[in-house]
């Protein structure tokens, strides 16, 4: 069982930024990829970012690339989401997910453990 717990969400302005976090409770797992997704109302949840366990492989969707970085350190269970030149389409509940193995996950359906999510709000 790993518990994530997401934090960072807020409102910023377009063009603004904003990092988001992701800790695990607890270390269960020798390794284990991470990946943060999105949801919008009326929405299907979408990739936005993905990291493998040695942190050597990464996606990102084509909306964000450029402007977001996926990072993680082990040793404190915790990824990051660092998001720059936020525009209003950005808006949506994020997610942080995580899955047992060293291959680069990228669809939902890839991943059993699902944080709460944090609101990130970006105005026009």
């Known amino acids: 069982q790993v518990q994530l717990v997401e934090s960072g969400g807020g409102l910023v302005q377009a063009g603004g930024s904003l990092r988001l976090s992701c800790a695990a409770s607890?270390?269960?797992?020798?390794?284990?990829?991470l990946g943060w997704f999105r949801q919008a109302p009326g929405k299907e949840r979408e990739i936005v970012a993905a990291?493998?366990?040695?942190?050597?492989?990464?996606y990102y969707a084509d909306s964000v690339k450029g402007r977001f970085t996926i990072s993680r350190d082990n040793a404190k269970n915790t990824a990051y989401l660092q998001m720059n030149s936020l525009k209003p389409e950005d808006t949506a509940v994020y997610y942080c997910?995580?899955?047992?193995?060293?291959?680069?996950?990228?669809?939902?359906?890839?991943?059993?453990?699902w944080g709460q999510g944090t609101q990130v709000t970006v105005s026009a």
């Open positions: 607890r270390r269960a797992f020798n390794s284990y990829g």
């Open positions: 997910a995580a899955e047992v193995g060293t291959e680069l996950y990228t669809r939902p359906s890839q991943y059993h453990y």
């Open positions: 990291i493998t366990w040695g942190s050597g492989g990464r």
